[in-house]
């Protein structure tokens, strides 16, 4: 499915209406919404297991403009995100250079909602062998998670890089955390330069980062960065 320039709203104005959904059939190199209106719905477009393409369009007044589930990793670029309450929610371990050169102004939450997917939601693994890439979209990554960055093979490396200019926000008493304290097959890194690490607000103090002892030293530079209100 390709569509070019529609308008997707409710009747009458009204939001009342569910959204698109993407479901796990979804032919993603195939489907692309490019210069679209998506309004008034509960998720502008609900993502399940499906990774398309969003680009150039507009997600206003929505609950969620476009809300990702555990097997979703979409490519959303160039878009617009208005009024709505949550403009883009998204695993962590699903971010890896698909959100870039979106624009976030008058939602209820100016930031993209990052969660988990391991016990309840309470955290999320960056794991796999390869560097997970968070470009600067112009809002905060909210971690509404406790982030972990480790890969399960002692010979491999899991690496988050947060771009220049990012903000990183996290919840209460949340935690960023780098490998495993005492077991050697869970290695990872983190690359940051000119990345902003905080809390939601100045209210409420996060954990802060933890560089556990089997971080890769040499993979792993914090460079011109800020970090606030935090306990550690």
């Not at 609900?46 to 369009?57: A, D, E, H, L, V």
């Not at 010979?155 to 490998?179: C, F, H, R, W």
Request: aromatic content about 10%; overall charge negative; hydrophobic content about 30%.
């Amino acid at each position: 499915m390709i569509v070019n320039g529609a308008q997707f709203t409710s009747q009458g104005g009204q939001e009342n209406w569910n959204g698109i959904k993407m479901y796990n059939y979804t032919d993603d190199a195939g489907t692309v919404l490019d210069s679209c209106i998506i309004e008034n719905a509960i998720n502008g477009v609900y993502f399940q297991s499906s990774s398309p393409t969003i680009k150039n369009s507009t997600l206003r007044n929505n609950d969620y403009g476009l809300f990702c589930d555990n097997g979703s990793a979409p490519m959303i670029t160039g878009n617009t995100f208005t009024e709505n309450n949550i403009p883009i929610s998204i695993l962590a371990h699903r971010i890896d250079g698909n959100l870039s050169g979106n624009q976030y102004f008058d939602n209820d939450n100016d930031y993209v909602h990052v969660y988990g997917d391991q016990d309840g939601g309470s955290w999320a693994r960056l794991g796999d062998n390869k560097t997970y890439n968070w470009l600067n979209d112009g809002a905060p990554y909210y971690l509404d998670t406790q982030v972990e960055v480790e890969r399960d093979n002692n010979s491999q490396l899991a690496i988050l890089n947060i771009e220049s200019g990012t903000t990183i926000k996290v919840k209460e008493n949340g935690y960023i955390i780098v490998a495993e304290p005492d077991n050697g097959n869970y290695r990872g890194a983190l690359q940051a330069q000119g990345v902003t690490f905080t809390s939601l607000d100045s209210t409420k103090i996060w954990g802060g980062i933890k560089f556990h002892n089997h971080t890769d030293d040499a993979g792993t530079v914090l460079d011109s960065c800020i970090i606030e209100n935090a306990i550690n």
